[in-house]
């Protein structure tokens, strides 16, 4: 448990420094620039290493001495962070936040399997939802907090400042990672080059086609990325900024009450399933439908849309975030540990690339029908309800 416990706090203490300079960045070039369209543009091109991080991360975790890859991860991005801060009043700015995002963001990408995969090594049992409960509780508050820290201490520090800050976090937790001390790691790293990173890519698809039980994980990800997650994340900022004619200031409030509700699950998570365990995560992702379609009925009352949407909103994310807690030990039972690396890592990016297709429809969605949005949100979580059931009706959940 205490190498457990210094996993976490390397975690919190890498994932915070990772979040501030994510958002302070892309700030701190639109400051300098003013160029929305660059802000924009600058965010979604860094955010594709992420993708090519995860499956590289996931044959990693699988091939290498964990300890010895996060403690890695951890250096390379301390020195990312310093030579950006000695670079930054002699290179040009674009391509300097480019590079310097897109490394922080693969990293990310290469680092988070990694953890994940370190967990049933450590933890069995109620150990390893609690375990798993733990981690997800320390991603949400870190990408809570570590944009409001990073705003606060860009202003203080100025770019250059919180580079060197954030550089000497990383260090920190790559000294706390080589001590650590894990049961049955890959005793020595193998042999690795492009062909065996695309041979365990391979050997990963194949065995997710021959596990009904993986596939079943893989179609739940899936729905909840694709049908349900982004009915809320699209829909708040139209609801809030567009139909209620907010301020940002309540916006700004309602995305804190929306992560509120994530942390709660997270801490939630490692007493409800142990002491009520479940073998599907069918009636989470139904309970997801329903509180979309329950917010689609509120806010055809007037006194009521704002209420709900801070309500249902935190309920949301919530039983959001036990889905993936239980979803993770799922996995993490049902996957040998020699392939449990590549399979979160591939499962990571199936949610990465379902997730947009999402936003976009809704997006659409909310735009054709601006002047019902209630309409949308409703058939959310009626049409997501139903594909949960056509699943179920064929045992894919």
Request: glycine residues 10%.
């Amino acid at each position: 448990m205490n190498t457990f416990i210094l996993i976490v706090l390397g975690q919190i203490i890498s994932l915070f420094g990772n979040a501030a300079l994510r958002f302070a960045l892309p700030l701190y070039l639109l400051r300098q620039t003013g160029s929305a369209a660059l802000y924009g543009g600058i965010t979604a091109l860094a955010m594709l290493p992420a993708l090519a991080g995860m499956l590289t991360g996931g044959a990693l975790a699988d091939r290498c001495r964990k300890t010895r890859l996060m403690a890695l991860l951890d250096l390379a991005t301390a020195g990312i962070a310093a030579a950006a801060a000695a670079g930054l009043p002699h290179l040009p700015l674009l391509p300097l936040v480019l590079t310097v995002l897109g490394s922080l963001y693969a990293i990310q990408g290469l680092y988070q399997p990694v953890v994940r995969a370190c967990l049933p090594l450590l933890l069995n049992g109620t150990q390893l939802l609690r375990g798993n409960a733990v981690i997800q509780l320390v991603d949400t508050v870190d990408e809570l907090l570590g944009p409001l820290l990073g705003a606060v201490l860009l202003e203080h520090l100025g770019i250059r400042g919180l580079l060197v800050l954030c550089g000497c976090c990383f260090a920190l937790s790559a000294g706390m990672e080589l001590c650590l001390r894990i049961p049955q790691d890959v005793p020595y790293d193998t042999k690795l080059s492009v062909r065996s990173l695309w041979a365990d890519l391979r050997e990963s698809a194949q065995f997710f086609t021959g596990q009904a039980a993986v596939l079943r994980l893989a179609a739940a990800i899936a729905a909840v990325n694709l049908l349900e997650v982004p009915a809320l994340t699209v829909g708040v900022p139209v609801l809030v900024v567009q139909t209620l004619q907010k301020s940002d200031a309540s916006l700004g409030l309602v995305q804190a009450v929306l992560s509120a509700g994530g942390i709660l699950g997270g801490v939630l998570a490692g007493t409800v399933f142990v002491r009520h365990p479940i073998r599907s995560g069918t009636p989470l992702l139904l309970a997801l439908s329903g509180v979309c379609a329950a917010l689609g009925l509120a806010l055809r009352v007037s006194v009521l849309q704002f209420g709900s949407i801070l309500v249902l909103g935190a309920v949301f994310m919530a039983v959001a975030a036990l889905f993936n807690v239980w979803f993770f030990a799922q996995l993490q039972v049902l996957v040998p540990q020699a392939q449990l690396g590549k399979t979160t890592a591939c499962l990571s990016v199936l949610a990465c690339l379902t997730q947009p297709i999402g936003q976009a429809a809704y997006g659409s969605a909310f735009q054709h029908w601006a002047a019902h949005p209630a309409d949308v949100l409703l058939a959310a979580g009626v049409l997501s309800a139903l594909v949960l059931w056509l699943l179920q009706t064929r045992r894919t959940v």
